[in-house]
């Protein structure tokens, strides 16, 4: 069964056709405003299951995802305790954030991660190419799309012109020659009517226009924010993409105008298949940091760690809505178990004496050989991660039964069950059977180990008995246990 996906584009299930063995996928990213919540991770984690999935399928996939580092809800944040005292530097915090966030989710690293900042000179020569062509305007040192030259304008969130124009408030009609026209250049700074509308109401307000401003021909102003994805996406992908994930609610207008501006500047087809991953929910609501009902990514990494919270994205396809409760999150951390448990269980008896080269456990090698091929299936099923997880699941009950009855083990099939979890549940699932997860480098930590070793003896030598003693202690915190012996000391990981 070949890649079948749900094109937003077209409303049909269609079947993934490449161009060669490359996939140019662009995922739209955070505006980076806030810490990281559970909400935005839920994009994250399945652009990175797509990335995982085509790799293993032997695409090179070209992975690009964006940070929008630009914005007012950023520029309302300056002089915010320590966030910094300019635009840029509340940006530059919380891109560290994000950063550390991704890495402790264990995602795969994207090819780049375009800044908006980094790409003025691309945004300006983009909407330039709209003002010759006759696409956009300038107005008042601003400059608009005009979604009237451009026909199939509504083609993706299936939207009629007329409908959308009718809806317009009066200030949307102010400076454009339509009320449903988009911003594409900003003339000045931020006004701070503007900049309030975000700004704690706490601090106090910002007097003066704020943000990052730049020269263009059309004066000193700042970008859209529909242009920027534009720009930084053909910039690094060409003018055509395979693949454009991003949340449900960015439809529209950020992606109906993502094409409209890209597709009127280059003539070409913007993005192929159009995947949007469902919203994540929490009492009833959107989470979203507007709302206060959020559940930041770092906090959730430090309760619950990174296989509990990849595990619980697992139990729902990409394009359903999902529900965080206590309930869904302690269901997630179950099935963690059941799967670490089962993979210890697995690689405990492969290693085992009692694991024997004649005994043949045929149930297991069935469920090896049906798990891998009903995995694959599942997967090309438009991403259909929760039904690949049953399979997992089933793996690791086949595993259980096959240790607990067994007084022999058979040793070619719980080989081939300690590779199926490896491979599915680790390489394409990101979970960290057996070691530190894509993350971590365990050699390293065995290196730093044996670093700190040789510091402590070097202490005792040297009679300072306290400090040999506060190092070890120290080790022991980190799950490191010292054994000393008449050859030195040596440690296993608990």
């Not at 505006?31 to 990335?51: F, K």
């Amino acid at each position: 069964m070949t890649l079948s996906v749900t094109n937003t584009l077209t409303g049909e299930r269609e079947e993934f056709e490449s161009h060669g063995d490359e996939v140019l996928l662009y995922v739209c990213g955070l505006t980076v405003s806030d810490h990281a919540h559970l909400g935005h991770a839920r994009l994250w984690m399945h652009a990175d299951l797509m990335h995982r999935w085509l790799a293993y399928e032997g695409y090179d996939v070209r992975h690009v995802e964006n940070f929008t580092d630009v914005n007012e809800k950023i520029a309302a944040r300056i002089g915010e305790d320590d966030l910094g005292d300019d635009e840029a530097g509340v940006a530059e915090h919380f891109v560290g954030d994000v950063i550390r966030d991704m890495r402790g989710l264990n995602l795969k690293r994207a090819e780049v991660y375009p800044r908006v900042s980094e790409h003025i000179p691309e945004i300006i020569d983009l909407i330039r190419t709209l003002v010759d062509r006759g696409h956009a305007y300038e107005s008042n040192g601003s400059v608009y799309f005009d979604v009237s030259t451009f026909d199939d304008y509504g083609k993706l969130s299936n939207q009629k012109l007329e409908e959308l124009e009718s809806r317009a408030t009066k200030d949307e009609r102010s400076e454009k020659r339509n009320p449903t026209d988009f911003a594409l250049w900003k003339a000045g700074a931020v006004d701070p009517k503007t900049a309030a509308e975000h700004r704690n109401p706490d601090l106090e307000p910002l007097h003066e226009p704020c943000g990052e401003t730049w020269e263009s021909p059309w004066g000193e102003g700042r970008p859209g924010w529909h242009i920027e994805c534009s720009a930084m996406s053909m910039t690094h992908l060409g003018d055509t993409l395979d693949i454009h994930v991003g949340g449900r609610d960015l439809v529209f207008p950020h992606h109906e105008n993502e094409i409209a501006q890209s597709e009127a500047a280059t003539g070409q087809q913007f993005a192929r298949y159009w995947l949007h991953v469902g919203l994540l929910q929490t009492e009833g609501d959107k989470m979203s940091s507007s709302l206060g009902n959020f559940f930041t990514v770092g906090d959730a990494l430090d309760e619950f760690g990174a296989d509990v919270i990849r595990t619980f994205y697992l139990s729902t396809a990409y394009g359903s809505e999902q529900t965080y409760s206590e309930e869904t999150i302690a269901e997630a951390e179950e099935r963690w178990e059941r799967l670490e448990r089962a993979y210890e269980s697995a690689v405990d008896a492969v290693d085992s004496p009692d694991a024997r080269t004649k005994v043949e456990a045929e149930a297991l090698r069935e469920t090896v050989t049906a798990t891998r091929e009903n995995f694959r299936e599942a997967m090309n099923d438009d991403f259909n991660v929760r039904e690949a997880m049953a399979e997992l699941l089933g793996l690791a009950g086949a595993v259980n039964r096959h240790v607990a009855d067994a007084d022999e083990y058979d040793y070619r099939a719980l080989r081939r069950a300690v590779e199926a979890f490896e491979d599915l549940g680790g390489e394409v699932f990101g979970l960290s059977f057996g070691d530190a997860g894509e993350g971590g480098d365990v050699s390293v930590a065995e290196d730093l180990v044996q670093l700190v070793l040789d510091v402590r003896e070097a202490e005792r030598e040297a009679g300072n008995y306290e400090r040999a003693d506060d190092l070890r202690d120290d080790l022991t915190a980190l799950g490191v246990d010292v054994e000393d012996g008449p050859d030195g000391a040596t440690f296993r990981f608990e």
